[in-house]
């Protein structure tokens, strides 16, 4: 089968693998969609040996099949995996990580936690969805509702996931105001559950088309800090002075993060999900004097997965029309050609 490697530098190439066979425990999934993740531009423009290494995430180094957020079908099972877990036919998504399964944080669904460090993250340091095949134990499937697209499925898998994980540590509720920093594929899942949870939501980026979609998607204001002086302040007077209940940095920006902890309001909270860089904060007025609480958010677990994916569901929240592209494998190049531009909605590859 082919498969999508990132070489860095912002090249990539499609090598040949051979098509997987299933081991104990593990399934074969045929991959129907395979998003394209913010984090992916990370690994694609990095430098020729390390995206992985510079966000922690360890590797044995190597090339692998890029891809992290994996939707498919069950066509191969191995020995011994349940026929509860997994059947041939079912629709499923893939919690890409893979961790020891039996440690406390594994045997809650939080593999990338695992106390021996996650083994494998697919599609960054273990082979992901940009093939026709991906191969993964049977219990990082989280079995993709009937009423979802394999496209929906995809983005659940890590961006619109990601986005959900944080807004339950953040607990928003109907009556808040959130500024969602950055309206990439992630900031902008933030604001579409976040609107469709009843929250206002001031949405910031820049570039003015992604703002548009965030409009599209139920941001009630838009700021391109581009044009705006003072950021804070000017979510403070869309705030009657108090500031937003909590923020969300979805951008990655040094800047945008030191702007997300100063916007929230006395006793509020400000959460992380950008990946990479850093951020220099001054402890006491931007977070002691204003009792504001700070969350990393590292993406979701694999029950939160199911959780995000019934309420999409439930809801009928049109999680589609997150993508403006739609690519063949093929076509990788391109895809991240135009994706790395950073103005347009999220690519999805279909691999099959
Ligand atoms: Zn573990
Ligand atoms: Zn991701």
């Known amino acids: 089968m082919k498969g999508v490697v990132f070489l860095g530098e912002r090249r990539l190439e499609i090598r040949d693998f051979p098509d997987p066979t299933p081991g104990p425990g593990e399934v074969v999934l045929e991959m129907k969609a395979s998003g394209m993740c913010g984090s992916d531009l990370k690994f694609y423009r990095a430098s020729a040996s390390g995206g992985a290494a510079s966000l922690g995430l360890g590797g044995k180094g190597g090339p692998v099949i890029a891809g992290h957020e994996p939707c498919g079908v069950v066509v191969a099972i191995g020995p011994g995996v349940p026929e509860n877990q997994a059947w ?27 106390v021996e460090g996650v083994a494998e993250v697919y599609g960054v340091t273990g082979n992901g969805g940009h093939a026709k095949y991906l191969k993964c134990p049977a219990r990082t499937l989280v079995e993709l509702p009937e009423e979802l697209s394999f496209d929906a499925g995809a983005a659940i898998s890590c961006g619109t996931g990601t986005a959900w994980g944080a807004l339950q540590r953040l607990q928003l509720q ?21 609107a469709e949870m009843g929250a206002r939501v001031i949405a910031l980026d820049t570039s003015d088309e992604r703002l548009q979609r965030a409009k599209e998607f139920g941001a009630d204001e838009l700021i391109n800090p581009k044009n705006t002086n ?55 007025n931007d977070l002691l004097r204003r009792q504001v609480t700070l969350i990393g958010s590292w993406t979701f677990s694999s029950v939160g997965q199911a959780e995000c994916a019934r309420y999409v569901a439930d809801r009928e929240i049109d999680l589609d029309r997150l993508f403006t592209h739609r690519w063949k494998l093929d076509q990788a190049e391109e895809a991240y050609g135009i994706f790395d531009k950073q103005t347009e909605g999220k690519g999805v590859i279909h691999p099959s």
């Open 230 to 284: 003072n950021v804070v302040q000017a979510i403070r007077e869309l705030t009657h002075g108090r500031g937003a209940h909590a923020s969300l940095d979805a951008s990655s920006s040094p800047q945008a993060r030191v702007q997300a902890v100063q916007c929230v309001r006395t006793w509020g909270k400000a959460c992380f999900v950008g990946e990479g860089d850093t951020v220099t904060l001054d402890v006491s």
């Open 88 to 114: 041939m036919g079912m629709r499923a998504m893939q919690h890409h990580y893979r961790g020891c399964g039996v440690c406390p944080h594994c045997s809650t669904g939080w593999m990338q936690l695992c």
């Open 174 to 194: 109907g009556d808040h105001t959130i500024a969602v920093f950055g309206q990439g594929p992630v900031g902008l899942s933030a604001t579409l559950l976040a």
